[in-house]
């Protein structure tokens, strides 16, 4: 049973301050779960890499699925960004590069894990990360949705043909990126992901 499960967060007690760097440890656990995965990753290896007991940890981040949650938005970086980025390119298909260029690269870094932390997170599917599981989908589910409202801006403004199905075309994004995960933690290098993300685009259609 994991030390979660058993030993139920203590109640901060407000006014004290954190011994450590929250910014810094929060990091650290991004990149534990990213390596792990959310269920695999345990309370030790958190606190290894946090250089935080498990009350600290607790007080300053509840629990482990909460410090999950955080640290999986910090992966993802901020929502409003990234739809301002998406709506603000020039077209679907800049947009559309972008995203699976971007991924390519976070996925080959020599400093992180390889593959996709929301990937790797949810990857066993089992009922007891649900909750987790559900919270990632809503992330993914939020960029696929702004893209293909995207997408639909350029059919009404016919730089796509008008019998383009954005929700398609949005979904064959989202699963190159996915597929990209998977081949990055096999051990696919990045200029490999980059012909793939050529190939893909290259079904893009055109008016």
């Known amino acids: 049973m994991d030390y979660a499960e058993s030993n139920p967060a203590p ?3 407000t006014g004290r ?3 450590f760097d929250r910014d810094a440890a929060l990091e650290q656990a991004m990149l534990t779960f990213w390596r792990h995965g959310y269920e695999t990753t345990s309370i030790v290896d958190l606190t290894t890499a946090m250089g935080v007991t498990a009350p600290s ?20 970086g901020d929502p409003e960004a990234m739809a301002q980025a998406i ?4 077209t679907a298909y800049n947009a559309a590069r972008e995203l699976l260029t971007a991924a390519a690269t976070a996925y ?3 400093a992180t ?4 932390l929301l990937a790797s997170a949810t990857a066993s599917g089992s009922a007891a990360s649900a909750d987790v599981q559900s919270a990632i989908a809503d992330i993914r589910s939020s960029i696929d949705g702004r893209l293909r409202a995207r997408i639909d801006r350029d059919i009404a403004a016919g730089v796509l043909p008008p019998k383009t199905n954005a929700a398609a075309l ?3 994004v989202m699963t190159v990126t996915q597929g990209m995960s998977a081949l990055a933690r096999d051990g696919t290098p990045r200029a490999a992901l ?5 190939v893909a685009l290259q079904g893009w259609p055109r008016d």
Request: proline share 7%; aromatic share 8%.
């Open 113 to 116: 894990p390889k593959g996709c």
């Open 57 to 76: 940890l607790y007080t300053a981040f509840g629990d482990k699925k909460r410090l999950f949650l955080e640290a999986a938005h910090r992966y993802a």
């Open 108 to 110: 080959t870094g020599d």
């Open 170 to 172: 949005a979904g064959l």
């Open 11 to 13: 109640r901060r007690k």
């Open 17 to 19: 301050p954190l011994s």
């Open 194 to 198: 980059l012909a793939i993300v050529e």
């Open 87 to 90: 709506d603000g390119a020039p």
